[in-house]
């Protein structure tokens, strides 16, 4: 089976005293998730999830969580079916401007438990709940 990797960042902001998680919501098919897309050749992952963070958000201002990375795999079924590597580190975004990339349809700063019901798939909700145990934990 072929394999793919990715990588992408869990963004947060501080807004109204509350930490908001950023969602884009996937033009093609309407799910949400966290920025993130695919690695280039000759790339590292965090340089993937910097420039992925750029080329969907335009946000560039960001400051990366220390020790925080949480990966996921999963198969993906279309022409043909491969293995999706996904690897999400953890940043504090300090603005909410966002310029969408025509690949998502929307964008939303959702609280944890409003994150936790817009993303459509459990190891997402996962990496979620670890990335705000981790912030919790007062890294």
Known sequence: MKTKTSA???LFRTHEGSCKYLLLKS????LYG???????????LLETAYRELMEETGIADIRVVDGFQKSISYEIVRKETFLKTAHYFLAECFS???LLSPEHAEFHWAGFEEALEL???DQLREVLRCARDYLADGS
């Open 8 to 10: 992408g960042f869990v």
């Open 27 to 30: 033009a093609r098919d309407g």
């Open 34 to 44: 966290f920025p993130k897309g695919h690695i280039d050749e000759d790339e590292k």
């Open 96 to 98: 909410g401007n966002v």
């Open 119 to 121: 993303v459509n798939f």
